[in-house]
């Protein structure tokens, strides 16, 4: 039997608003299972950090993200 080619794909999504606040674990949560349902499956890693640098004003800004594979 052969096997059907696979991909992975991750989406980073951060886990505070941009105002500080935390996104709520529902809102995570419901993505997940739309993921799951859509897809078949998912995977989730909380808590990896992230830097990026805004074009406009060179300011730089440090993120906490959530990653659904």
């Not at 799951?36 to 950090?49: H, P, Q, V």
Request: proline residues 4%; aromatic residues 12%; hydrophobic residues 30%.
């Amino acid at each position: 039997m052969q096997q059907q080619p696979q991909i992975r794909i991750d989406i980073i999504l951060p886990v505070f608003y941009n105002d500080g606040r935390k996104i709520e674990d529902t809102k995570l949560l419901q993505t997940r299972k739309e993921l799951a349902k859509r897809f078949g499956g998912c995977s989730f890693l909380r808590k990896t950090y992230g830097t990026w640098i805004d074009p406009s004003d060179h300011k730089e800004y440090n993120d906490v993200n959530s990653i659904f594979l």
